[in-house]
Protein backbone atom coordinates (compact mmCIF):
# COMPACT_ATOMS: atom_id res chain seq x y z
CA UNK A 1 0.00 0.00 0.00
CA UNK A 2 1.35 3.61 -1.11
CA UNK A 3 0.17 6.13 2.09
CA UNK A 4 2.05 9.02 0.35
CA UNK A 5 0.16 12.12 -1.31
CA UNK A 6 0.25 12.33 -5.26
CA UNK A 7 1.72 14.94 -6.96
CA UNK A 8 -1.65 16.96 -7.22
CA UNK A 9 -2.07 16.77 -3.19
CA UNK A 10 1.67 18.08 -3.03
CA UNK A 11 1.44 20.53 -5.24
CA UNK A 12 -1.21 22.08 -3.94
CA UNK A 13 0.47 22.04 -0.35
CA UNK A 14 2.81 23.72 -1.99
CA UNK A 15 1.22 26.42 -3.33
CA UNK A 16 -0.22 27.14 -0.21
CA UNK A 17 2.71 27.50 1.64
CA UNK A 18 3.77 30.10 -0.96
CA UNK A 19 0.56 31.64 -0.66
CA UNK A 20 0.81 32.07 3.46
CA UNK A 21 4.70 32.43 3.44
CA UNK A 22 3.79 36.32 3.64
CA UNK A 23 1.24 36.34 6.58
CA UNK A 24 2.66 37.12 9.32
CA UNK A 25 0.67 35.68 13.36
CA UNK A 26 2.37 38.88 14.88
CA UNK A 27 0.09 41.02 12.26
CA UNK A 28 -3.40 38.83 13.43
CA UNK A 29 -5.49 41.31 15.50
CA UNK A 30 -5.15 39.82 18.73
CA UNK A 31 -8.55 39.39 20.61
CA UNK A 32 -6.58 40.53 24.14
CA UNK A 33 -5.98 43.69 22.37
CA UNK A 34 -9.72 44.96 20.48
CA UNK A 35 -13.06 45.08 22.70
CA UNK A 36 -15.55 43.25 20.20
CA UNK A 37 -14.46 42.00 17.15
CA UNK A 38 -11.02 42.11 16.03
CA UNK A 39 -12.27 42.82 12.36
CA UNK A 40 -15.05 44.27 10.31
CA UNK A 41 -14.10 41.72 7.26
CA UNK A 42 -11.94 38.73 6.96
CA UNK A 43 -8.41 39.03 4.70
CA UNK A 44 -9.59 40.10 1.31
CA UNK A 45 -5.96 40.42 0.06
CA UNK A 46 -5.24 37.41 1.17
CA UNK A 47 -8.25 35.63 -0.54
CA UNK A 48 -7.21 37.21 -3.64
CA UNK A 49 -4.07 35.55 -3.34
CA UNK A 50 -6.30 32.10 -2.73
CA UNK A 51 -7.63 32.62 -5.52
CA UNK A 52 -5.23 33.66 -7.99
CA UNK A 53 -3.31 30.48 -6.74
CA UNK A 54 -6.38 28.34 -7.71
CA UNK A 55 -6.66 27.26 -3.93
CA UNK A 56 -10.08 27.97 -3.76
CA UNK A 57 -10.82 25.61 -6.47
CA UNK A 58 -9.50 22.79 -5.46
CA UNK A 59 -12.63 20.16 -4.57
CA UNK A 60 -14.55 21.49 -8.17
CA UNK A 61 -14.32 19.85 -11.66
CA UNK A 62 -12.34 21.36 -14.50
CA UNK A 63 -16.33 22.57 -15.56
CA UNK A 64 -16.20 24.81 -12.97
CA UNK A 65 -12.91 26.19 -13.38
CA UNK A 66 -11.11 23.29 -10.68
CA UNK A 67 -8.65 20.90 -10.09
CA UNK A 68 -10.72 18.21 -9.35
CA UNK A 69 -8.65 16.96 -6.14
CA UNK A 70 -10.12 15.43 -3.00
CA UNK A 71 -10.58 16.03 0.93
CA UNK A 72 -6.89 15.51 1.46
CA UNK A 73 -5.64 18.20 -0.98
CA UNK A 74 -7.77 20.43 0.87
CA UNK A 75 -6.87 19.30 4.11
CA UNK A 76 -2.84 19.63 3.18
CA UNK A 77 -4.18 23.60 2.27
CA UNK A 78 -5.92 24.03 5.36
CA UNK A 79 -3.01 22.66 7.47
CA UNK A 80 -0.56 25.27 6.06
CA UNK A 81 -3.32 28.47 6.95
CA UNK A 82 -3.67 27.50 10.21
CA UNK A 83 -0.21 27.59 10.77
CA UNK A 84 -0.37 31.12 10.48
CA UNK A 85 -3.48 31.79 11.38
CA UNK A 86 -5.07 33.06 8.19
CA UNK A 87 -8.16 34.66 8.25
CA UNK A 88 -10.00 33.62 5.61
CA UNK A 89 -13.33 31.59 5.14
CA UNK A 90 -11.26 28.72 3.22
CA UNK A 91 -12.74 25.74 5.21
CA UNK A 92 -16.47 27.00 4.94
CA UNK A 93 -16.35 27.94 0.88
CA UNK A 94 -14.78 24.58 -0.33
CA UNK A 95 -17.21 22.60 1.97
CA UNK A 96 -20.01 24.10 0.96
CA UNK A 97 -19.07 24.40 -3.11
CA UNK A 98 -18.23 21.06 -2.55
CA UNK A 99 -21.06 19.71 -1.45
CA UNK A 100 -23.63 21.69 -3.61
CA UNK A 101 -21.21 19.96 -6.59
CA UNK A 102 -21.52 16.43 -5.26
CA UNK A 103 -25.79 17.24 -4.52
CA UNK A 104 -26.61 20.22 -5.68
CA UNK A 105 -28.90 20.51 -8.75
CA UNK A 106 -28.28 22.40 -12.10
CA UNK A 107 -29.24 25.95 -11.63
CA UNK A 108 -26.87 26.04 -8.44
CA UNK A 109 -23.86 24.72 -9.62
CA UNK A 110 -24.02 27.10 -12.83
CA UNK A 111 -24.89 30.34 -10.91
CA UNK A 112 -22.76 29.98 -7.81
CA UNK A 113 -19.62 27.02 -8.25
CA UNK A 114 -17.59 28.60 -10.81
CA UNK A 115 -17.41 32.33 -8.90
CA UNK A 116 -16.95 30.77 -5.62
CA UNK A 117 -13.49 29.06 -6.80
CA UNK A 118 -12.53 32.68 -7.89
CA UNK A 119 -13.36 34.28 -4.85
CA UNK A 120 -15.68 36.29 -6.23
CA UNK A 121 -18.33 35.58 -4.01
CA UNK A 122 -17.73 33.88 -0.34
CA UNK A 123 -19.98 30.44 1.01
CA UNK A 124 -20.11 29.82 4.46
CA UNK A 125 -22.20 26.75 6.95
CA UNK A 126 -24.33 26.86 9.35
CA UNK A 127 -23.20 24.27 11.62
CA UNK A 128 -23.66 24.77 14.92
CA UNK A 129 -27.13 24.55 15.50
CA UNK A 130 -28.87 26.65 17.77
CA UNK A 131 -27.00 26.29 20.98
CA UNK A 132 -23.62 25.18 19.70
CA UNK A 133 -24.36 21.30 20.95
CA UNK A 134 -27.63 20.21 19.38
CA UNK A 135 -27.35 18.87 15.71
CA UNK A 136 -27.63 21.95 12.95
CA UNK A 137 -30.21 20.04 11.19
CA UNK A 138 -32.64 20.03 14.17
CA UNK A 139 -32.49 23.57 14.59
CA UNK A 140 -34.36 24.79 11.07
CA UNK A 141 -37.75 23.85 9.98
CA UNK A 142 -38.23 23.32 6.04
CA UNK A 143 -41.84 23.64 4.90
CA UNK A 144 -42.14 22.94 1.25
CA UNK A 145 -45.09 24.93 -0.30
CA UNK A 146 -46.50 24.73 -4.10
CA UNK A 147 -46.75 28.43 -5.67
CA UNK A 148 -50.06 28.95 -7.57
CA UNK A 149 -48.46 30.36 -10.65
CA UNK A 150 -45.66 27.42 -10.58
CA UNK A 151 -43.25 30.47 -9.92
CA UNK A 152 -40.70 30.67 -6.86
CA UNK A 153 -39.15 32.97 -5.19
CA UNK A 154 -35.47 34.42 -6.56
CA UNK A 155 -31.87 33.00 -5.79
CA UNK A 156 -28.74 32.11 -6.67
CA UNK A 157 -30.62 29.07 -8.45
CA UNK A 158 -33.45 29.95 -10.81
CA UNK A 159 -36.70 30.21 -10.09
CA UNK A 160 -38.68 26.63 -9.72
CA UNK A 161 -42.16 25.34 -9.32
CA UNK A 162 -42.23 25.53 -5.67
CA UNK A 163 -40.60 27.14 -2.53
CA UNK A 164 -39.76 26.14 1.08
CA UNK A 165 -40.51 28.12 4.36
CA UNK A 166 -37.37 28.24 6.89
CA UNK A 167 -38.08 28.97 10.59
CA UNK A 168 -35.42 28.78 13.25
CA UNK A 169 -31.98 30.12 14.50
CA UNK A 170 -28.76 28.45 14.02
CA UNK A 171 -25.82 30.12 16.15
CA UNK A 172 -21.90 31.11 15.62
CA UNK A 173 -22.25 30.87 11.87
CA UNK A 174 -18.81 31.45 10.83
CA UNK A 175 -17.74 34.41 8.47
CA UNK A 176 -22.14 35.00 8.39
CA UNK A 177 -21.50 38.71 8.03
CA UNK A 178 -19.40 38.52 5.03
CA UNK A 179 -20.38 35.70 3.07
CA UNK A 180 -23.22 36.07 0.30
CA UNK A 181 -24.69 33.11 0.98
CA UNK A 182 -24.88 30.66 3.85
CA UNK A 183 -25.74 27.35 3.01
CA UNK A 184 -28.32 26.16 5.67
CA UNK A 185 -29.24 22.45 7.29
CA UNK A 186 -32.76 22.14 7.95
CA UNK A 187 -35.14 19.33 9.00
CA UNK A 188 -38.81 18.47 6.68
CA UNK A 189 -41.81 17.60 8.22
CA UNK A 190 -41.03 13.84 7.19
CA UNK A 191 -37.78 14.21 9.26
CA UNK A 192 -35.34 14.42 6.08
CA UNK A 193 -32.55 16.61 5.89
CA UNK A 194 -32.09 19.07 3.25
CA UNK A 195 -29.62 22.17 2.57
CA UNK A 196 -30.81 25.46 1.82
CA UNK A 197 -28.91 28.27 0.23
CA UNK A 198 -29.62 31.79 1.66
CA UNK A 199 -28.45 35.06 0.61
CA UNK A 200 -27.28 36.89 3.62
CA UNK A 201 -30.02 39.75 2.81
CA UNK A 202 -32.89 37.51 1.75
CA UNK A 203 -36.28 38.83 3.75
CA UNK A 204 -36.55 36.72 6.30
CA UNK A 205 -33.24 36.23 7.35
CA UNK A 206 -31.91 37.95 10.35
CA UNK A 207 -27.70 38.59 11.76
CA UNK A 208 -26.82 39.13 15.23
CA UNK A 209 -23.26 39.62 16.02
CA UNK A 210 -21.41 37.37 17.89
CA UNK A 211 -17.89 37.24 19.06
CA UNK A 212 -15.48 33.91 19.30
CA UNK A 213 -12.74 33.66 21.52
CA UNK A 214 -10.22 34.23 18.32
CA UNK A 215 -11.95 37.88 18.23
CA UNK A 216 -13.42 36.91 14.94
CA UNK A 217 -16.70 38.11 14.44
CA UNK A 218 -19.31 35.09 14.06
CA UNK A 219 -23.35 35.51 13.58
CA UNK A 220 -26.81 34.17 15.06
CA UNK A 221 -28.77 33.69 11.92
CA UNK A 222 -32.19 33.86 12.93
CA UNK A 223 -34.80 33.11 10.10
CA UNK A 224 -38.29 33.90 10.30
CA UNK A 225 -40.37 32.25 7.47
CA UNK A 226 -37.44 33.01 5.25
CA UNK A 227 -38.98 31.93 1.39
CA UNK A 228 -36.14 29.87 -0.43
CA UNK A 229 -36.62 29.30 -3.70
CA UNK A 230 -37.30 24.99 -4.53
CA UNK A 231 -34.11 25.10 -6.83
CA UNK A 232 -32.00 26.46 -3.93
CA UNK A 233 -32.77 23.52 -1.35
CA UNK A 234 -30.72 20.36 -1.91
CA UNK A 235 -32.77 17.27 -1.16
CA UNK A 236 -30.28 14.74 -1.86
CA UNK A 237 -29.97 11.76 0.79
CA UNK A 238 -26.72 12.47 2.72
CA UNK A 239 -26.02 15.67 1.14
CA UNK A 240 -25.64 17.62 4.85
CA UNK A 241 -24.02 14.36 6.98
CA UNK A 242 -21.08 14.41 3.61
CA UNK A 243 -20.59 17.99 4.12
CA UNK A 244 -20.76 17.98 7.88
CA UNK A 245 -18.09 15.46 7.70
CA UNK A 246 -15.78 17.28 4.99
CA UNK A 247 -16.21 20.40 7.69
CA UNK A 248 -15.37 18.65 10.68
CA UNK A 249 -12.56 16.59 8.96
CA UNK A 250 -11.25 19.97 7.48
CA UNK A 251 -11.39 21.74 11.23
CA UNK A 252 -9.27 18.94 12.35
CA UNK A 253 -6.76 19.44 9.50
CA UNK A 254 -6.92 23.28 11.26
CA UNK A 255 -5.70 21.89 14.79
CA UNK A 256 -3.13 20.11 13.68
CA UNK A 257 -1.56 22.72 11.67
CA UNK A 258 -1.78 25.18 14.77
CA UNK A 259 -0.78 22.72 16.76
CA UNK A 260 2.75 21.77 14.77
CA UNK A 261 3.56 25.20 14.78
CA UNK A 262 2.78 25.73 18.54
CA UNK A 263 5.25 23.18 19.41
CA UNK A 264 7.98 24.51 16.79
CA UNK A 265 7.67 27.97 18.76
CA UNK A 266 8.03 25.92 22.13
CA UNK A 267 10.93 23.81 20.75
CA UNK A 268 12.82 26.65 19.66
CA UNK A 269 12.15 28.47 22.89
CA UNK A 270 13.16 25.79 25.29
CA UNK A 271 16.51 25.76 23.29
CA UNK A 272 17.04 29.35 24.04
CA UNK A 273 15.81 29.69 27.26
CA UNK A 274 18.36 28.60 29.77
CA UNK A 275 17.94 28.35 33.65
CA UNK A 276 20.83 27.71 35.65
CA UNK A 277 23.38 27.67 33.20
CA UNK A 278 21.50 25.30 30.92
CA UNK A 279 19.23 25.61 28.29
CA UNK A 280 15.26 24.23 29.92
CA UNK A 281 15.19 21.60 26.55
CA UNK A 282 17.49 19.68 28.40
CA UNK A 283 15.57 19.50 31.57
CA UNK A 284 13.68 16.09 31.82
CA UNK A 285 10.42 17.13 33.02
CA UNK A 286 10.33 19.67 30.02
CA UNK A 287 11.39 16.95 27.12
CA UNK A 288 9.09 14.64 28.65
CA UNK A 289 5.95 17.07 28.37
CA UNK A 290 7.13 17.92 24.95
CA UNK A 291 7.86 14.14 23.76
CA UNK A 292 4.21 13.81 24.80
CA UNK A 293 3.07 16.70 22.46
CA UNK A 294 4.81 14.99 19.59
CA UNK A 295 2.91 12.16 20.15
CA UNK A 296 -0.93 13.89 20.66
CA UNK A 297 0.35 15.91 16.78
CA UNK A 298 1.09 12.30 15.46
CA UNK A 299 -1.97 10.74 16.60
CA UNK A 300 -3.87 14.11 15.09
CA UNK A 301 -2.10 13.45 11.94
CA UNK A 302 -2.88 9.78 11.36
CA UNK A 303 -6.65 10.24 11.90
CA UNK A 304 -6.77 12.97 9.94
CA UNK A 305 -5.81 11.71 6.74
CA UNK A 306 -7.85 8.29 7.92
CA UNK A 307 -10.45 10.60 7.70
CA UNK A 308 -10.18 12.60 5.28
CA UNK A 309 -9.11 9.21 2.86
CA UNK A 310 -12.23 7.65 3.85
CA UNK A 311 -14.16 10.90 2.66
CA UNK A 312 -12.39 11.56 -0.67
CA UNK A 313 -12.54 7.49 -1.85
CA UNK A 314 -15.94 6.20 -0.19
CA UNK A 315 -14.55 3.42 0.86
CA UNK A 316 -16.52 1.09 3.07
CA UNK A 317 -15.36 -0.26 6.36
CA UNK A 318 -15.89 -1.82 9.85
CA UNK A 319 -18.12 1.49 10.50
CA UNK A 320 -19.25 4.34 8.32
CA UNK A 321 -16.45 6.71 7.29
CA UNK A 322 -18.57 9.45 10.68
CA UNK A 323 -16.98 6.94 12.66
CA UNK A 324 -13.12 7.44 11.45
CA UNK A 325 -14.25 11.43 11.31
CA UNK A 326 -15.11 11.09 15.18
CA UNK A 327 -12.16 9.65 15.79
CA UNK A 328 -10.03 12.27 14.37
CA UNK A 329 -11.98 14.66 16.03
CA UNK A 330 -11.87 13.52 19.26
CA UNK A 331 -8.32 13.46 18.93
CA UNK A 332 -7.92 17.01 16.77
CA UNK A 333 -9.95 18.65 20.31
CA UNK A 334 -8.13 16.96 23.27
CA UNK A 335 -4.65 17.32 20.97
CA UNK A 336 -4.93 20.57 20.08
CA UNK A 337 -5.85 21.74 24.13
CA UNK A 338 -2.78 19.82 25.35
CA UNK A 339 -0.52 21.27 22.99
CA UNK A 340 -1.68 24.96 23.62
CA UNK A 341 -1.36 24.61 27.59
CA UNK A 342 1.70 23.11 27.45
CA UNK A 343 3.23 25.44 25.44
CA UNK A 344 1.89 28.56 27.58
CA UNK A 345 3.27 26.14 30.78
CA UNK A 346 6.80 26.24 29.01
CA UNK A 347 6.79 29.35 27.68
CA UNK A 348 5.97 31.29 31.04
CA UNK A 349 4.42 34.97 31.52
CA UNK A 350 6.03 35.20 27.93
CA UNK A 351 3.35 33.14 26.33
CA UNK A 352 0.77 35.89 27.84
CA UNK A 353 2.46 38.70 26.43
CA UNK A 354 0.57 40.35 23.94
CA UNK A 355 3.55 41.07 21.99
CA UNK A 356 4.32 37.55 21.25
CA UNK A 357 2.01 35.47 19.04
CA UNK A 358 1.62 32.45 21.42
CA UNK A 359 -2.01 34.45 22.81
CA UNK A 360 -3.39 34.04 19.80
CA UNK A 361 -2.37 30.91 18.99
CA UNK A 362 -4.24 29.50 22.20
CA UNK A 363 -7.43 31.78 21.50
CA UNK A 364 -7.71 30.16 18.07
CA UNK A 365 -7.13 26.79 19.43
CA UNK A 366 -9.76 26.93 22.24
CA UNK A 367 -12.16 27.94 19.06
CA UNK A 368 -11.20 24.84 17.20
CA UNK A 369 -11.49 22.10 19.82
CA UNK A 370 -15.51 23.21 20.07
CA UNK A 371 -15.73 23.85 16.55
CA UNK A 372 -18.52 21.59 15.33
CA UNK A 373 -18.55 19.72 18.77
CA UNK A 374 -15.98 19.32 21.54
CA UNK A 375 -14.48 15.77 21.69
CA UNK A 376 -17.23 14.37 24.13
CA UNK A 377 -20.02 14.82 21.54
CA UNK A 378 -17.88 12.79 19.02
CA UNK A 379 -17.18 10.18 21.64
CA UNK A 380 -20.90 9.64 22.32
CA UNK A 381 -21.31 9.59 18.34
CA UNK A 382 -18.39 7.13 18.26
CA UNK A 383 -20.38 5.38 21.49
CA UNK A 384 -23.61 5.04 18.96
CA UNK A 385 -21.80 4.02 16.01
CA UNK A 386 -20.05 1.36 17.70
CA UNK A 387 -23.07 0.12 18.85
CA UNK A 388 -25.19 -0.17 15.78
CA UNK A 389 -22.57 -2.08 14.26
CA UNK A 390 -20.77 -4.40 16.17
CA UNK A 391 -16.71 -5.21 15.41
CA UNK A 392 -16.23 -8.71 15.04
Known amino acids: MDFTFTEEQQAAAEAARGVFAGVAPDDVPSPALTRGAVADDFDRALWARLASADLLSLLLDEEFGGA ?20 VPLLENSAAAAALQAYGGPGLKSSLLARAGRGEIVLTVAANGRTGHDPAELAVTARQLDTADGQGVGGPGEPGGGEWVLDGVQTVVPWAYDADFVVVPARTEDDRSVLAVVARGHEGVVLAEQISTTGERLGELRLESARIADRDVVTADGAWQWLRALLTTGTCAQALGLGERVLAMTSEYAGKREQFGHPIASFQAVAVQTADRYIDLRAMEVTLWQAAWRIAAGTPGALPASGDV ?7 SEGVRRVVQTAQHLHGGLGADVDYPLHRYHA ?28 G
Request: proline share 4%; with cysteine; aromatic share 4%.
Open 68 to 87: GLDAIALCLVLREASKVLAR
Open 326 to 332: AVAKIWA
Open 364 to 391: WAKHLELSLGPAAAHEEALGDLLAAHPL
